[in-house]
């Protein structure tokens, strides 16, 4: 079992930055791939970014506007979100899995509570 606890969410306004945190603890976090999944009102949940060994894998909507980062000594998962846009708005879900296949296709094992973003026109 790993859980994975998020935080870093707020009400910003468009342009703005803000990194989200998730702390993984559990059964060997370091084995799993950890990434960032979200839902927006209205929507269905989708794949954001994850951590892969060449760097990150991210969602088209997000490309060169996010930044997903990994500390390992601290079980640690970033999102720096950079030029929010109100359409980023959504519940972030922090995740962990074992099978990722190129170019956004994560099996998740294990979520994370979400935290909420909200952007602001």
């Known amino acids: 079992q790993v859980q994975l606890v998020e935080s870093g969410g707020g009400l910003v306004q468009a342009g703005d930055s803000l990194r989200l945190s998730c702390a993984a603890s559990?059964?060997?976090?370091?084995?799993?791939?950890l990434g960032w999944f979200r839902q927006g009102p209205g929507k269905e949940r989708e794949f954001v970014a994850a951590?892969?060994?060449?760097?990150?894998s991210y969602a088209d909507s997000v490309k060169g506007r996010f930044t997903i980062s990994r500390d390992n000594a601290k079980n640690t998962v970033y999102l720096q979100m950079n030029s929010l846009k109100p359409e980023d708005t959504a519940v972030y879900y922090c995740?962990?899995?074992?099978?990722?296949?190129?170019?956004?296709?994560?099996?998740?094992?294990?979520w994370g509570q979400g935290t909420q973003v909200t952007v602001s026109s």
């Open positions: 995740v962990a899995g074992t099978r990722f296949t190129p170019p956004q296709t994560l099996n998740v094992d294990y």
């Open positions: 559990g059964r060997t976090p370091s084995h799993y791939i």
């Open positions: 951590t892969i060994l060449n760097g990150g």
